[in-house]
């Protein structure tokens, strides 16, 4: 993934200074997470829509079903005492993910998921509170 993105910079004629940098960053994040989970998307059962709108529609739609569903798995990682954010650097460089772990064709690598448990030393800047009534209501 990271030469994939480091080609994808250089054309876009980025710096080397910046590039190592977002790479040294990138990289750090996947190694030290202690658990990386790969989510990838098929379209295998997808509806065959005639027209390209709706079959862009299809994939949208399990797109947002696969958001909706990494987004369950941490919050229950978080019930169980877990941290963890999604990327999307699969989504840049999914041939190499692909060839790295010899992934079917039809699986397009979609996210990753780190997990790992919190560094209790850290501390979290304090948040206002939150007006629920504004939060929720549109005016």
Known sequence: ??????????????????????????HAQLVEAPVLLLAC???????????????????????????????????????A????????????SADAVRSALDLPADWEPTFLVLLGYPDKSAELPPRAAIEI???LLQR
Not at 1 to 26: F, P, Q
Not at 81 to 90: I, T, V
């Open 41 to 79: 998307l098929t379209l295998e059962g997808s509806h065959r829509w005639p027209d390209e709108g709706r079959r862009f529609a299809e994939r949208d739609m399990f797109v947002q079903s696969l958001g909706a569903a990494l987004q369950n798995l941490l919050l229950a990682a978080g019930e």
């Open 1 to 26: 993934m990271g030469e994939a993105w480091r080609t994808d910079l250089e054309r876009e004629g980025e710096s080397v200074h910046t590039i190592d940098r977002l790479l040294r960053r990138s």
């Open 133 to 135: 009534d504004r939060f």
């Open 81 to 92: 005492g877990l941290a963890g954010y999604l990327k999307g650097a699969p989504l840049f």
